[in-house]
T-cell receptor, first 113, second 112 residues
Framework: EPEVTQTPSHQVTQMGQEVILRCVPI?????FYWYRQILGQKVEFLVS????????KSEIFDDQFSVERPDGSNFTLKIRSTKLEDSAMYFC???????????FGPGTRLTVL | RKEVEQDPGPFNVPEGATVAFNCTYS??????FFWYRQDCRKEPKLLMS???SGNEDGRFTAQLNRASQYISLLIRDSKLSDSATYLC?????????????FGQGTTLQVKP
């Protein structure tokens, strides 16, 4: 069964450093998403991406964040200068069509020290 | 009013019990509704989509009431493996936007 994969599973970084989280969505999916979940809190939408551009983004997704699809398979989330409050689990998801079911990757746990 | 509201529980039930979870949502323009399951520190996994006519998948039944902006999930004959957090999820905004809004989740613990 096709699945979304994410690397790394855990990333530890110093405050102010840049991090890149990587995702490989399901191969025939066209819509890609990033969500985050701070420990003990609900899952929150960050950004949606389609046809090589951002479709929608939340207030959390400020200028420190960017997304890219550098090739035909990877989808990345970059945080330019990490803050302590960026510590969370980051989930990538993909869907075949907008509004249809989204399938989530296993997540990257980001710890900012 | 919260965008998606759920009773956090926990619901502690014996094996074989029937348990029901409820959820309300605030955006009347939402078009897509889902139940996801999340195990501790894992990703949300799609349990089922929720349709206006109601739908059933084995021991799981989901219902949607658009007029009341209310979604439910019924689990019959609970198994130990059903222990998890159940997330009510609604698409945000107008139309079929891909942005998903998650509830806080309802924790279920099934005991032998």
């Amino acid at each position: 069964e096709p699945e979304v994969t994410q690397t790394p599973s855990h990333q530890v970084t110093q405050m102010g450093q840049e991090v890149i989280l990587r995702c490989v969505p399901i191969s025939n999916h066209l819509y890609f998403y990033w969500y985050r979940q701070i420990l003990g809190q609900k899952v929150e939408f960050l950004v949606s991406f389609y046809n090589n551009e951002i479709s929608e983004k939340s207030e959390i997704f400020d200028d420190q964040f960017s997304v890219e699809r550098p090739d035909g398979s990877n989808f990345t989330l970059k945080i330019r200068s990490t803050k302590l409050e960026d510590s969370a689990m980051y989930f990538c998801a993909s869907s075949a069509l907008e509004g249809l079911e989204q399938f989530f990757g296993p997540g990257t746990r980001l710890t900012v020290l | 009013r919260k965008e998606v509201e759920q009773d956090p529980g926990p619901f502690n039930v014996p094996e074989g019990a029937t348990v029901a979870f409820n959820c309300t949502y605030s955006n009347s323009a939402s078009q897509s509704f889902f139940w996801y399951r999340q195990d501790c520190r894992k990703e949300p996994k799609l349990l089922m989509s929720v349709y206006s006519s109601g739908n059933e998948d084995g021991r799981f039944t989901a219902q949607l009431n658009r007029a009341s902006q209310y979604i439910s999930l019924l689990i019959r004959d609970s198994k130990l493996s059903d222990s998890a957090t159940y997330l009510c999820v609604v698409n945000g905004g107008s139309g079929n936007t891909g942005k998903l809004i998650f509830g806080q989740g309802t924790t279920l613990q099934v005991k032998p």
